[in-house]
């Protein structure tokens, strides 16, 4: 979606405060830590140049950004941000409350004095965000979760008891822990796992059980945590290219997993493409959609779909005497 | 030069009207704002920079920048001036300390793949605006992360903030049909992952909580309703939890084969081996949570009882079995 006038407006209003602060900044970092682009960021440059509480030159704003480097001057008038807008205080006090609710957490201190401060900053707006509330401390014992972190800060390595769903498996392995973090109010470990030599994430209410063994878990140089920003999974190039055609009832799949692409048409149903090493989860996710999802191509990935179905309703026709027969 | 219609140019007048309304201590009349703002000039007539002044206003305002109007007519006639307030319009200066930034960077990263990503990383800007951080990186450990996949999201959220009366189609649970629903908007919950509205039920004249995924199509909001007030002692977590149950209520019977199943072995309250089977006793709230589950394990779990999860399993694996041999979906 492009930005419209009154979000550039907005976003301007927040960088020129934020650059006065950084006389000098680096224009390609700035560019990074505004989450932008150069080209984006010159262009805003420019247009800077050209306002001012005046037209005469002494009233204009001025920009200057050769040799790289970003100088803002002449701009005392918007030097100081715009307050929280409503959404952003809310962001930013659900957030903290979320914070504040997960067990063991340390910072409790730094939670209490940012949230008395934003609410000082942010007046009545704190109070509507208290209207929404997230949990996330739910679905995991407090017990698993205060092992977890305290294998991460202290670099123990961990044994696991793990249930992999998608294979239908448990497993026992041993992993150095890295980082614990909460997707969509789902707690996961991650952590470089012996078994698999390479880092794995792991959904907490799966594991079994866990030890914190007295072994250094420091996990090797070249591990690498998944980018969380990039979604839940992270597909590589030579993966198999599946595509999907998704009823309207089940759009949710393409929010919910990485996909190449995807096209609506007129009716609300979607064509997804995604790239999977792994056929298994797709299955399983084929045969809960019961219909609502269809694999285009390729063929093998459709026949194996249609194939488990059929095994699958052949396991309750052998069931000869369902109770409570139903249709 | 950009074209003189076009957004840049908008944002262009918009900055400059900020900027001019921001530094002027008295109120300035129309007259001179027109002036004083070079993209104003474009104005074809007096009427056309009206609309486009009116319009202006009415954004600004609605950015959360306090624009004022006051009077500033002389004895003759009654003229009113506009600008805007510098200490009304900026951000506090509070500073932060470090570890107040690491957790409200945590805070604000939570919202980092969500709708409200936009709005989390300016609101965090602003507050670094002043400041140097030193090393913001958070140690802390862990990571939240939310998401906003309902489209109902955006809408929902807006009314529970604004306390707006609205009404959306509801699509109940199983194979139910869409219904419309009428709500006073109370608050709005993550919990277990989905998001859900709590709020006054107008049609049925009960509080009620809804599931975000179930809303169908559009959210909007009553004109004209009258004004509710949210109940003092209302807390939406606990309002879902008891609702909602998810609480398991009752127990279905389900067959695994061997080494299969595992996630519901886990959770099974009782089993029973015979032969390549297990039987297990497994509780549950939600009859097409259920079937989803199972119907992922394909042939290695079979639902005994109750029969509606059964029969919802069957209709499951009949619809992919459908969908992939050319039937009709």
């Known amino acids: ?169 448990a497993t026992e392995r041993d992993v150095d822990p890295m980082r614990v973090v909460n997707l969509d109010s789902r707690w996961y470990l991650e952590g470089w796992c012996h078994l698999a030599q390479d880092t794995r994430t792991f959904r907490m209410d799966r594991i079994a059980r866990l030890d914190v063994l007295d072994v250094d878990g420091t996990p090797p140089d070249d591990a690498q945590l998944r980018d969380l920003d990039a979604g839940a ?92 027969t139903g249709g | 030069m950009s074209s003189p219609t076009g957004p840049a140019a908008k944002t262009e007048r918009l900055l400059n009207l900020v900027l001019c309304l921001l530094y002027t201590r008295r109120p300035l009349p129309k007259s001179r704002i027109r002036a004083v703002v070079p993209q104003y000039g474009d104005a074809v007539s007096d009427e056309a920079f009206d609309r486009m002044f009116e319009r202006d206003k009415d954004e600004l305002r609605e950015l959360g920048i306090p624009l004022v109007t006051e009077d500033i007519g002389g004895a003759w006639d009654d003229e009113v001036g506009y600008r805007i307030d510098q200490r009304e319009y900026a951000l506090p200066d509070i500073s932060f300390e470090p570890d107040e930034l690491a957790v409200l960077g945590l805070a604000s990263r939570t919202w980092a793949h969500a709708s409200l990503a936009g709005p989390a990383a300016q609101a965090l800007r602003k507050l670094k605006a002043a400041g140097i951080e030193r090393d913001g990186d958070s140690l802390i450990g862990i990571e939240p992360r939310l998401g906003t996949s309902e489209p109902a999201f955006e809408p929902v959220k807006n009314a529970v903030v604004g306390q707006r009366t609205i009404t959306f189609g509801y699509r109940t649970g199983g194979q139910g049909g869409v219904n419309s629903r009428t709500v006073q908007p109370w608050g709005l919950a993550s919990w277990h992952g989905r998001w859900y509205l709590t709020g006054f039920d107008l049609d049925r004249q009960a509080p009620r909580v809804f599931r975000l995924s179930r809303i169908d199509g559009d959210v909007t909001e009553v004109k004209k309703a009258p004004a509710y007030a949210v109940p003092a002692d209302h807390r939406a977590q606990e309002m879902i939890s008891t609702t909602v149950g998810e609480q398991p209520t009752r127990t279905a019977t389900v067959k695994v084969r061997a080494d299969r199943g595992n996630s519901l072995r886990r959770r099974a309250t009782g089993s029973n081996e015979s032969g390549e089977w297990t039987e297990l006793e497994v509780p549950f709230s939600d009859d097409d949570g259920l079937a989803d589950e199972v119907s992922g394990y394909g042939a290695d779990v079979v639902v005994l009882s109750p029969p509606e999860v059964r029969d919802l399993v069957v209709a499951r694996l009949r619809g992919a079995l459908s969908a992939h041999t050319g039937g009709a979906a």
């Open chain 1, 233 to 324: 999974f992270t597909p590589r190039p030579d993966d198999t290219l599946v595509t999907l055609l998704l009823q309207p009832g089940a759009a949710w799949v393409s929010d919910y997993y990485p996909t190449e692409s995807v096209q609506t048409a007129a009716d609300g149903s979607q064509t997804v493409t995604l790239r999977t090493a792994d056929t298994l989860w797709l299955r399983r996710l084929l045969w809960r959609l019961g219909g609502r999802g269809t694999v285009v191509s390729p063929p093998e990935v459709a026949q194996v779909v249609s194939e488990g179905a059929q095994a699958a309703l052949a396991a309750y026709g052998a069931d000869a005497d369902p109770p409570g």
């Open chain 1, 1 to 169: 979606m492009p930005e419209t006038a009154t979000d550039r407006l907005a976003r301007l209003l927040t960088m020129v405060p934020w650059l006065v602060a950084r006389q000098g900044i680096d224009l390609d970092q700035a560019a990074a830590e505004l989450g932008i682009t150069v080209e984006q960021l010159e262009t805003d440059l420019r247009l800077l140049y050209l306002c001012g509480y005046g037209q005469m030159p002494d009233e204009l704003i001025d920009a200057q950004w050769e040799n790289g480097r970003v100088f803002i001057t002449n701009a005392d008038t918007i030097a100081r941000p715009l307050r929280l807008g409503r959404d952003e205080a809310l962001t930013l006090m659900v957030g903290l409350r979320a914070l504040a609710a997960v067990p063991g957490l340390g910072e409790r201190d730094a939670i209490e004095r940012a949230m008395a401060k934003l609410e000082q900053a942010t007046g009545a707006s704190a109070e509507a965000a208290a209207r929404v509330e997230v949990a996330i401390s739910e679905g995991v014992e407090a017990d698993l979760l205060a092992d977890a972190r305290r294998a991460v800060e202290g670099h123990r390595r961990v044994h696991l008891r793990y249930l992999v769903p998608s294979r239908d498996e």
